[in-house]
């Protein structure tokens, strides 16, 4: 089993057991959006600022391993042609019923995003892609992909782990680990995985995360930081996250 279906059967069952971020939006979220009140996030609590989207109305918008029912669902009911890829089955279930709840059509791919999309060159004028590179070895392939499939004049919207979570121990008290923090490559970080129930998780550093994007192409338009929202680090106001704006060109 490769380590892209293992995290796929782990948030598999973390959706079963009730994971914050497999939790479908309601009627009345969408039926809200439908009359302009909502916000989506790309971080675990703040909002995406609105003016990162433009109008979405007959736009087309991919949410790249955004699975949940969460996003999706809002960029509908803002008039948005909305297509999710995602590889677990329980996140995709998620938006097969709150799309058939509502009545909107959504193009469901199960995928794997480290792979290439299964998506022709620019088709797309939005790519809203929420925290999930943590959850691969490698970023840059999937920045050069998203370029590749988005429009000229698009957007892509990110959300990213700053790497401090990987430093500390559970209870988040004490700086534990060497970085890059790779369980393919370090056992002890993978048993510490293994022991903390969390998939197979990755740190990728600012070079890698800013950096592959300009690489890939993008243009950086804007970021903003965001914290745990709960936990020792998030009591002392640590920033363990990050969002970006970044267009093509």
Known sequence: ????????????RWVE?????GVP??????ENAKNGVWDVVLTPTVPVPHDWFGDLRGKKVLGLASGGGQQIPIFAALGAEVTVLDLSD??????RLVAEREG????IVKADMTKPLPFPDEAFDLIFHPVSDCYVEKVE???????RVLKKGGAFLGGYDNGVNFLVNDDETAIVNTMPFDPLKNEDQRRQLEEDDCGMQFSHSLGELIGGQLRAGFTVRDIYDDVNGSGRLNELNVNTFFAVRATKD
């Not at 057991?17 to 971020?21: A, K, M, P, R, S």
């Not at 392939?141 to 370029?147: G, K, M, V």
């Open 90 to 95: 329980k996140q995709l279930e998620s938006e």
């Open 141 to 147: 392939p999937i920045f050069r992909e998203a370029y």
């Open 17 to 21: 057991e009730g994971w914050e971020w």
């Open 1 to 12: 089993m490769t380590y892209q279906e293992l995290n796929a059967r782990t948030i598999d």
């Open 25 to 30: 939006v309601s009627h009345e979220t969408f």
């Open 104 to 107: 909107y059509d959504v193009e």
